[in-house]
Structures are given as C-alpha cells and as structure tokens.
C-alpha cells in the first residue's frame, strides 16, 4: 500500500479511542497509562457514553491537563455506539481503541507504531495480560507467536475467523483507511467485535503480528460477558452465519478452507461446558445448529488441527458421539 511508505523519522499521529461508561472505579488508571505513552503524537478520544456517575467530570478534569486530550459526551448507546464517534472525529494515521476499565503499557503505542513501519503492516496485533481485579495477579499472558510474524490477508482472515486470533479491537493497532465505510455493529452488545474486525481485516493487504504483551485486560465479575446467562453464548452462532455469508460471498480461497460447522460445534460445546458450570439449564441442542451428518464431522475433525487442540478434538468427538455421554462426562469431571 503506496501510501503507508512513512521515513523512519516521522511520527504519524496515532488516535487512540477510549469508550467509557460506568468505569469511574478504573477510569483514571486507564487515561493515566494512556497519556504516559513514550510515544508523544497521540490524540486521546475520550468517549462519553452517556456515563450516569463521575465520568464525565473525571474526563473533562483531565481534558483540562493534557491538550492531547479531546473528550466527547453523547446519549448512552453502548460500546459500538461509542467507537463509531470516535472513528468520525478521529484524526489520525493510525488508530487503536483501549477500554476504559483496563489500563496499557508505557510502550503500547510506540512498539505498534515500530512494528507498522518496520514491516508495511495495516494492521499490527500484539499480546495481552490478563489481570484479576481482586487480587491485580496476572492470569495468562497471551502471546500469539513467538517472534514478529507477517500474514497476508487470506492468513490472517482464516486465523481470525477461526479462533486464533481473537477479535479484540483493544491488542490492535489499524492503519485508519482501513475504516473508510466499516463501523462497529451496533445492534449487538456482546460479540459486535467479531461481527466488526473481520470486514476490516478482509480489506488489509498485510498483517504483523508480535508477542509482546503491552495490554494489560482487567478481569471483571461485574462485565456482561461475565454474566450468569448462557445464552449469551448462543449470539455467536448468529455471528458464525453472518460471517460464513460474507465468505461464501467474497472469497472463495476461505470458503473452501474455514470449517464453519466445525465451529459450530466447538462453540456448541463451550456453551454446554459453561452451562453446566454455572448450573444453568442446557435450552438449544448441537441439531439446532449443525446441518452435517455428525460422523462427518468426527471425520473431518482431524483434517483441522491447526484450529483445534487435541483435548478440543477429543471433547467434541465424545461430543458428536452422543451429547448425552458427553454432558455426563463433563459434570463428572
């Protein structure tokens, strides 16, 4: 892309966008990590969502501080609501969204932005942490490769739609073309990053991807997505069929390769196991989602291992056997 071609002396501008609503708990560790970047050309967005506590006031105190920072308060509308106003006002070259209950790395921006220009990447992902709020440990460090790696487009699709490269907007730096007609889904509150991301990928030509944790992903009891109610498992099965549409529609190489009724069932079984965990009632059956034969399945999954652990492989197997066994298996364990 001819117009990603920056010397190594410029410093693009980098707009970072932070959605922020009921988080005055957080907020401030959060825009204080932001405006200790060691990288200085950064425009810090402050998103407003209609917050009913402190945060508004806590914004406009900091606007007050650092020139850099620009806030904006609108009517509550959710998370996507809140990125899409950004992107509009948005000034940047590149741009990066941060949630305003977790917190980055003093060298967030400038690894990113060291990454872009050092290999003509549109998009660069780096790794998180993830941190529980009661006792601030660590929990996992997510690497996803051990080194700086380059995927083209079809690459990074396939991993993306598959699972192994999460669709969290908050590990990602993005060069801003790649926005000019995609907006964040707004008519979903969970999920709309995996129903978001993948558009935006489809339109990158190159993709870096490093290790290095800079993102640090604070683990919340009180977050929707910890919510008891596993049905809320159950929308991704409707993002599986949007983006299984897309592909069929666009791109022939990846319809040929993404084993979507695979995933079906590996999500299937994600609801069951957090169903039986949280003593919820099981209220969808692997039918209502699988069309295939389930011993073609079992066949196939082992064509796919690069999408699929060997414990995963196993689990669905007894799965696809009998749902029955497998749910009485899962509760013994």
């Given at each position: 892309?001819?117009?990603?071609?920056?010397?190594?002396?410029?410093?693009?501008?980098?707009?970072?966008?932070?959605p922020?609503?009921?988080v005055?708990?957080?907020?401030?560790?959060?825009?204080?990590?932001?405006?200790?970047?060691?990288?200085?050309?950064?425009e810090?967005l402050?998103?407003?969502?209609?917050?009913?506590?402190?945060?508004?006031?806590?914004?406009?105190?900091?606007?007050?501080?650092?020139?850099?920072?620009?806030?904006f308060?609108?009517?509550?509308g959710?998370?996507?609501?809140?990125?899409?106003?950004?992107?509009s006002?948005?000034?940047?070259?590149?741009?990066?969204?941060?949630?305003?209950d977790?917190?980055?790395?003093?060298?967030?921006?400038?690894?990113?932005?060291?990454?872009?220009?050092r290999?003509?990447?549109?998009?660069?992902c780096?790794?998180?942490?993830?941190?529980?709020?009661d006792?601030?440990?660590?929990?996992?460090?997510?690497?996803?490769?051990?080194?700086?790696?380059?995927?083209e487009?079809?690459?990074?699709?396939?991993?993306?739609?598959?699972?192994?490269?999460?669709?969290?907007?908050?590990?990602?730096?993005?060069?801003?073309?790649?926005?000019?007609?995609?907006?964040?889904?707004?008519?979903?509150?969970?999920?709309?990053?995996?129903?978001?991301?993948?558009?935006v990928?489809?339109?990158?030509?190159?993709?870096?991807?490093?290790?290095?944790?800079?993102?640090?992903?604070?683990?919340?009891?009180s977050?929707?997505?910890?919510e008891?109610?596993?049905?809320?498992?159950?929308?991704?099965?409707?993002?599986?069929?949007?983006?299984?549409?897309?592909?069929?529609?666009?791109?022939?190489?990846?319809?040929?390769?993404?084993?979507?009724?695979?995933?079906?069932?590996?999500?299937?079984?994600?609801?069951?196991?957090?169903?039986i965990?949280?003593?919820?009632?099981?209220?969808?059956r692997?039918?209502?989602?699988?069309?295939?034969?389930?011993?073609?399945?079992?066949?196939?999954?082992?064509?796919?291992?690069?999408?699929l652990?060997?414990?995963?492989?196993?689990?669905?197997?007894?799965?696809?056997?009998?749902?029955?066994?497998?749910?009485?298996?899962?509760?013994?364990?």
């Open positions: 892309m001819e117009n990603l071609k920056i010397n190594e002396g410029d410093d693009p501008l980098v707009s970072i966008i932070v922020i609503y009921k005055e708990k957080y907020l401030s560790k959060c825009i204080d990590s932001v405006i200790s970047q060691t990288y200085k050309n950064i810090i402050l998103i407003d969502d209609g917050s009913p506590d402190n945060c508004p006031e806590i914004c406009d105190l900091y606007a007050q501080k650092d020139k850099r920072i620009k806030v308060h609108k009517e509550n959710g998370h996507s609501s809140a990125r899409n106003l950004g992107l006002v948005a000034n940047g070259w590149w741009i990066c969204f941060v949630d305003s977790d917190y980055i790395c003093d060298d967030y921006v400038e690894h990113f932005v060291n990454v872009a220009l290999t003509g990447a549109e998009i660069v780096a790794g998180y942490e993830e941190i529980e709020e006792t601030n440990e660590s929990l996992d460090s997510n690497s996803i490769s051990t080194d700086v790696s380059i995927l487009r079809e690459d990074a699709l396939y991993l993306l739609l598959c699972d192994k490269l999460r669709s969290y907007p908050w590990n990602k730096m993005f060069f801003r073309g790649l926005w000019q007609d995609v907006r964040w889904r707004e008519d979903y509150k969970v999920y709309e990053d995996c129903l978001t991301l993948y558009l990928f489809a339109k990158s030509k190159k993709v870096a991807i490093s290790n290095k944790a800079t993102y640090r992903y604070l683990q919340r009891s977050s929707i997505l910890h008891q109610n596993p049905d809320i498992f159950l929308k991704l099965f409707d993002v599986l069929d949007e983006q299984q549409k897309y592909i069929e529609k666009s791109n022939l190489i990846l319809k040929k390769k993404i084993p979507f009724d695979l995933l079906r069932v590996e999500y299937y079984r994600r609801y069951v196991n957090y169903c965990s949280t003593n919820k009632n099981i209220t969808k692997l039918s209502d989602f699988v069309k295939n034969t389930h011993w073609s399945l079992i066949f196939s999954l082992f064509h796919y291992p690069e999408v652990d060997r414990k995963s492989i196993f689990s669905n197997v007894v799965l696809l056997i009998s749902e029955h066994i497998y749910i009485i298996w899962r509760k013994m364990r």
